[in-house]
């Protein structure tokens, strides 16, 4: 069979050279095999899904709106395949030619899309770009060399995720375009893409290795491969560099020996997978080095890890009992409420030991360099959690499992992968950022503890036990984070509304402003002009825009309202009714819209009531404002200047991305993280969201970049960097600080002995 047949019959499938066409014939052959399987499947789940909802929808029109959907969809079926297919073919015969159309994920935008925000309304492009962002993040290193091979086909530079024709970004739109054209609405919309991206994600990047090894097979840059290139460090410059918050220098850390560290801003929602270490022999050499270390501090402060007596000479322990020691010691922990603490353990293994043999024991120098260093890590992660709370218990009723997976394997502390590692660090950071305080999640705290029991009752020297775990644990982990993201785009949405809104009643107020000029306005006039006619302006500038006729025809309005009511010109034709009109939407009509137009177009004489005038400047007082500041934010005194380093400061976030974490210290010593989800450049407002996705209160003093650049200059803010970002890793930070300073190292060039 012809594997070119598989392409349409267009201009630009026949302009292409025989063999890209037939290569693109057969990888269209292999796409159209995989979601002639994927996509039926896809739609019969999203009609189940939405006759679920119509039969227990609250309302009629909700009801009709869900059967709807589902009889477009059982009548074309067909359809809709033959669209996303359809179109995936054209992609991939334009792949040598320019495309004009924009990409997915960079949005533009102008005033005449000017509009109020409801909530609940999720923008469409944004679900698509995450399902994207998710996707790519999966199948990153097979898109690379995908994008590579499809640079040689096209005679261009190889292609990224968002323009290859079969990345994630092209696929999300091929469903949006299959979707608009059977007219699905919005809400159906974005069950389709939900759904595509749980049913679809798992297999996406077998089937990007799949086009891999298609184009292999066909002599399309077989060879290629991928290898991050790492900066080289020497192990001891690495280990003994101070950390970047005290000089300023790159920080570097046992766990990160093979590459700088990175001091990108977080912005991964708890949950995220942690970077991989470095390679075996980085591993080897740190280890080294920390026993070096260890030996150092030993004789630094004159001890000996394993003392010798020729009066009482002492056994070592072989590393095999210790480890059966400590496993009938992690069931009985099981029982206790209060795990023991490391050195307890260490006693007690010790007094065991010589009950058995009637000898001193001790450990071995392999077995008591683990000890010291695991005492050493979980030190300084009592210093991140503090000694009390639900964080400290689970990670002391893990202690006996990771000693245990510490003393078989020491790589434990040189390579952040190390499962018993991943393991510890997710429990920590979970429990300690998710599972306390006023955003704890019982949920979470009922996973937490059901993944350390786990641990505790079936480790017994297989690391799988820890990868089960891990995987269990994250898999709720990310659940929770699709869903703060979602709550965090919905919040944005409604930031970014609300900015829209302040920035046209600010275009509003100047147009008043600019009408007035230097006149002596009546207080009166001033205030109808400054109440509801600014409200009007304001609204008209969010509907139509600020290039529209309408706003024109407003602001043209507007000179004459100031020329009627306060020169005493002649209201021009058609003024009364432009004015009632504009009144109508903002909540004016009646007898106080009639009242207002009067008075705005120079109706009110020295014959009308004062107490009419009265009892309407009253009702204005009680109205509630279309965008207005409130109350408490507007009486706020002046903000004195910045100073030079809290301008530094205030430049340096305006450049950070969405999504940044923050550390805020607290009153009572303990550190508060979350999210700058959104900012705007033009007038500093900020929206900061917690764990959940959940907007932070305006009165935690965090919704301007001002004032957390005074925090951040004042010591009492942070930006949470990729290098800071795990408790555990910070953790280890800190033990290795305190290991070089007691070793004798502080101080010394390059941290040469």
């Known amino acids: 069979m012809d594997p070119t047949a598989a392409l349409p019959s267009t201009a630009a499938a026949k302009a292409l050279p025989p063999r890209v066409r037939q290569l693109l014939g057969r990888l269209m052959t292999l796409l159209t095999a995989e979601f002639r399987r994927e996509l039926p499947r896809l739609l019969v789940t999203l009609e189940q899904d939405l006759l679920h909802q119509a039969q227990f929808a609250r309302n009629p029109t909700l009801q009709a709106g869900h059967m709807e959907a589902l009889r477009k969809l059982e009548n074309h079926h067909e359809e809709f395949i033959s669209i996303f297919l359809r179109r995936l073919a054209d992609g991939l015969c334009n792949i040598r030619t320019p495309s004009s159309r924009p990409r997915p994920g960079a949005p533009s935008f102008s005033m005449e899309g000017l509009r109020l925000v409801d909530d609940t309304e999720i923008s469409e492009d944004a679900v698509l770009r995450s399902i994207a962002e998710r996707h790519a993040g999966s199948a990153r290193l097979p898109l690379l060399l995908l994008g590579q ?74 060879g290629l491969t991928y290898v991050p290139l790492r900066k080289r460090r020497r192990p001891v410059e690495a280990a003994t560099a101070r950390p970047r918050a005290e000089t300023g220098e790159d920080t570097g850390d046992a766990s990160t020996a093979s590459a700088p560290a990175s001091t990108a801003p977080f912005t991964s929602w708890p949950g995220s997978q942690s970077p991989g270490g470095g390679s075996a022999a980085d591993d080897v050499g740190m280890l080294a080095l920390l026993k070096e270390l260890l030996a150092e501090r030993r004789a630094e402060s004159g001890r000996q890890p394993a003392p010798t007596d020729t009066a009482t000479p002492r056994v070592t322990l072989p590393s095999g009992d210790v480890d059966a020691a400590l496993g009938a010691m992690q069931a009985r922990v099981r029982e206790k409420a209060t795990p023991p603490r490391l050195p307890e353990i260490r006693q007690a293994l010790l007094v065991q030991a010589r009950l058995q043999s009637g000898q001193a024991t001790t450990l071995s120098p392999e077995d008591e360099d683990t000890f010291e260093l695991l005492g050493l890590l979980h030190s300084g992660m009592r210093q991140e959690l503090g000694d009390q709370g639900p964080a400290t218990e689970l990670v002391d009723r893990l202690q006996v499992p990771v000693l245990r997976a510490a003393l078989q394997d020491q790589t434990f502390f040189v390579r952040q992968q190390h499962p018993a590692r991943q393991l510890l660090s997710a429990v920590a950071e979970a429990g300690s950022n998710w599972a306390t305080g006023e955003d704890s999640d019982p949920q979470l705290t009922a996973q937490l503890k059901d993944t350390v029991e786990e641990v505790v009752s079936h480790y017994d020297g297989d690391a799988r036990v820890f990868e089960t775990a891990h995987h269990k644990l994250q898999q709720h982990l990310q659940r929770m984070a699709r869903r703060a993201e979602v709550s965090e785009r919905r919040q944005v949405e409604g930031a970014r509304g609300r900015e829209k809104l302040e920035l046209a009643r600010q275009a509003a107020v100047e147009a008043v402003d600019v009408a007035t000029g230097d006149a002596s306005v009546p207080r009166f006039i001033r205030t109808l002009l400054e109440q509801p006619w600014t409200d009007a302006l304001t609204l008209v500038l969010l509907r139509h825009g600020n290039e529209s006729p309408e706003w024109n025809a407003h602001v043209e309005a507007t000179h004459h309202i100031v020329q009627s009511a306060v020169h005493g010109a002649p209201a021009p034709d058609g003024l009364r009714a432009r004015i009632r009109q504009a009144l109508g939407p903002v909540g004016y009509s009646g007898e106080d819209a009639e009242a207002v137009v009067r008075a705005l177009t120079g109706g009110i004489d020295e014959s009308d009531d004062p107490a009419s005038r009265t009892e309407l400047a009253m009702k204005l007082k009680g109205r509630a404002r279309l965008g207005a500041a409130p109350a408490a934010a507007s009486g706020d005194a002046p903000v004195a200047p910045r100073s030079p380093k809290e301008q530094e400061c205030y430049q340096h976030l305006c450049t950070l991305p969405f999504g940044t974490w923050f550390e805020f210290d607290q009153p009572d010593g303990t550190i508060l993280r979350q999210r700058l989800a959104w900012f705007s450049p033009r007038t500093g407002h900020a929206l900061f969201v917690n764990q959940r996705g959940q907007r932070v209160e305006e009165g935690h003093g965090r919704h301007d970049l001002d004032q957390v650049a005074r925090q951040v200059s004042a010591g009492r803010a942070r930006v949470l960097t990729t290098d800071r970002a795990g408790l555990v890793d910070r953790a280890w930070q800190s033990a290795l600080s305190s290991l070089r300073n007691l070793s004798g190292r502080k101080g010394r060039p390059g941290g040469q002995a």
């Open 149 to 222: 091979r499809f640079g040689v086909m096209a005679g261009a530079p190889a292609f990224d995720g968002e323009s290859l024709p079969v990345g994630p970004w092209r696929l999300g739109q091929l469903l949006s375009d299959a979707a608009t054209a059977l007219e699905l609405n919005l809400d159906t919309r974005l069950k389709l893409y939900r759904l595509f991206e749980s049913q679809f994600a798992p297999d996406y990047a077998a089937l990007v290795e799949s086009m891999n090894a298609l184009l292999a097979g066909a002599h399309v840059l077989p």
